[in-house]
């Protein structure tokens, strides 16, 4: 396996078309690692677990994460990602990320996701 972090960033974020977050964080990460999500603040692995299993049970179809750029410098990774994912509720939810993620010994360490928190509750809640 790579200890590359650019490269787990970016195999980390295109997990997270195919399986929930708290199983990619907890394939990619470790015990230790840390979320933060904009209009969430610091995520709790209750919460992480609450929230992936939200996700999955909306889910009409497979969601699909697409990478659109990675920049690296040392261990701290900038990704700029799109998901797409039918909905139950007949919406698409199609955000765009920004993620900061830091890789410490080839594992995530720290997580950052900014998305636009107004079509999370737009797509899921109205």
Do not use: C
């Not at 997270?16 to 470790?30: K, V, Y």
């Not at 609450?50 to 699909?64: C, F, N, Q, R, Y």
Request: proline letters at 5%.
């Amino acid at each position: 396996m790579t200890t590359d972090p650019k490269h787990i960033a970016r195999s980390f974020v295109e997990a997270l078309g195919s399986e929930p977050l708290d199983s990619a964080i907890a394939r990619f990460g470790n015990e230790d690692t840390t979320l933060w999500i904009a209009g969430m603040g610091m995520v709790s692995p209750p919460q992480l677990a609450a929230m992936s299993a939200a996700l999955v049970d909306a889910a009409a179809g497979p969601a699909t994460m697409i990478v659109h750029d990675v920049i690296a410098d040392g261990d701290k990774v900038a990704v700029e990602a799109e998901s797409h994912m039918p909905l139950k509720n007949s919406k698409i939810y199609n955000n765009k990320y920004h993620f900061k993620i830091v890789v410490r010994d080839g594992r995530l360490s720290e997580i950052k996701e900014y998305g636009d928190t107004k079509h999370v509750a737009d797509t899921f809640h109205s």
